[in-house]
């Protein structure tokens, strides 16, 4: 459960793309987001618009594979995870997670509830969801704090 700080509701992948942009332009160095959705909510799209906030011009992708893709011509780094794949949260150390969140950029997780035991106190949840009775393309974007 989440305390919910702000809600966004979006009726396009442009109006998903332009939350995700003003979230980028406020970030801060040293912030942890975990990006929680289903399979197909926006996430990458949500991260798109994020790294355009940040300045980042190069195309962003999800990483699924890689598990970790970085940005660094923004203002700030943008630590992209995606941790789909991960089976168990102690192969987040190969990769030196810690170091990331503890870093000078912004890490923004994908898929955090695999590693929920590894996310700082600070983290901040951004939820989406759909609502297929509001539309194909409608998405509730909840910004908050763990519980």
């Not at 109006?15 to 399979?39: I, K, P, W």
Request: glycine content about 10%; some cysteine; overall charge negative.
């Amino acid at each position: 459960m989440d305390s919910v700080i702000k809600v966004y509701e979006t009726l396009s992948p442009e109006e998903t793309l332009e939350v995700g942009r003003e979230l980028g332009r406020t970030s801060l160095a040293g912030q942890v987001y975990a990006l929680v959705g289903d399979l197909g909510v926006g996430k990458t799209v949500f991260t798109k618009g994020f790294a355009e906030g940040l300045g980042i011009e190069e195309a962003v992708n999800s990483p699924t594979f890689t598990i970790l893709q970085i940005y660094d011509e923004g203002r700030i780094p943008l630590y992209h995870f995606d941790v789909y794949r991960i089976e168990e949260p102690e192969e987040m150390e190969e990769i030196g997670f810690d170091e990331y969140i503890e870093g000078d950029g912004v890490c923004l997780i994908e898929w955090a509830g695999r590693i929920a035991d590894l996310l700082p106190d600070n983290t901040i949840v951004i939820r989406i969801e759909k609502d297929l009775n509001k539309g194909l393309d409608y998405r509730k974007i909840s910004v908050g704090r763990p519980v």
